[in-house]
């Protein structure tokens, strides 16, 4: 049974340009939060999706922007990037009718802007 | 505002026990948890606990008091794959969205 799968693993971008990170549920998960982890620090909540919706949203900028497919499956994107975007961004699923802790974490995508 | 404190970093020898600190202040809980993280690795689910007292599972076991706003991670008969950080995290909404601290990085020395 596949975890949460996400893609790539490491990203290498110029400061303003755009990229777009991917996330695979966990089979039977259909909620998935997006998380920025500065290195040394714990995880920062991004947002939420469920039912291809946002949910519910952290304090980021609007130049972080994401999508949830029929699939469950989902897309984070960040505009115009700027250096201290470069942290790992981790996609952790749930389900939501399972119990409260049922949160599974993918290996994440370390961006490096430069 | 939202606030979760932790120590930094701790040191214990192989086959010690250790006990890790997490203090609390936020709008709302709906539960507190535990994750070991690895270096470059995603955090693995450790604990979870709604309720006040202890909650043993194996080597690790977790306390909370809600009154208090605290909990801790006690680890025991440490070994060297322990070393990793530990982040203690508070659920303040029924979707699940979690509040972490910045993480206790723990090394095991023989």
């Known amino acids: 049974d596949a975890g949460v799968t996400q893609s790539p693993t490491h990203l290498i971008k110029t400061r303003g340009q755009q990229v777009t990170l991917r996330c695979s549920p966990k089979?039977?998960?259909?909620?998935v939060s997006w998380y920025q982890q500065a290195l040394g620090q714990g995880p920062q909540f991004i947002f939420q999706y469920y039912e291809e919706e946002e949910r519910q949203r952290g304090n980021f900028p609007d130049r972080f922007s994401g999508h949830q497919f029929p699939n469950y499956s989902s897309e984070l994107n960040v505009n115009a990037l700027l250096l201290g975007d470069s942290a790992l961004y981790l996609c952790?699923?749930?389900?939501?009718?399972?119990?409260?802790?049922?949160?599974?974490f993918g290996s994440g995508t370390r961006l490096t802007v430069v | 505002g939202q606030n979760i404190d932790q120590p930094t970093e701790m040191t214990a020898t192989e086959g010690a026990i250790v006990q890790i600190n997490c203090t609390y202040q936020t709008s709302g809980f709906n539960g507190l948890f535990w994750y070991q993280q690895h270096a470059g690795e995603a955090p693995t689910f450790l604990s979870y606990n709604v309720l006040d007292g202890l909650e043993e599972k194996g080597r690790f076991s977790s306390f909370l008091s809600r009154s208090k706003g605290y909990s801790y991670l006690l680890l025991k008969e440490l070994q060297m794959k322990d070393s990793a950080s530990y982040l203690c995290a508070v659920s303040t909404s029924g979707y699940n969205k979690l509040i972490f601290g910045a993480g206790t990085r723990l090394a095991v020395h023989p």
């Open positions: 089979s039977g998960h259909d909620t």
């Open positions: 952790a699923s749930s389900s939501s009718t399972g119990a409260n802790y049922g949160y599974t």
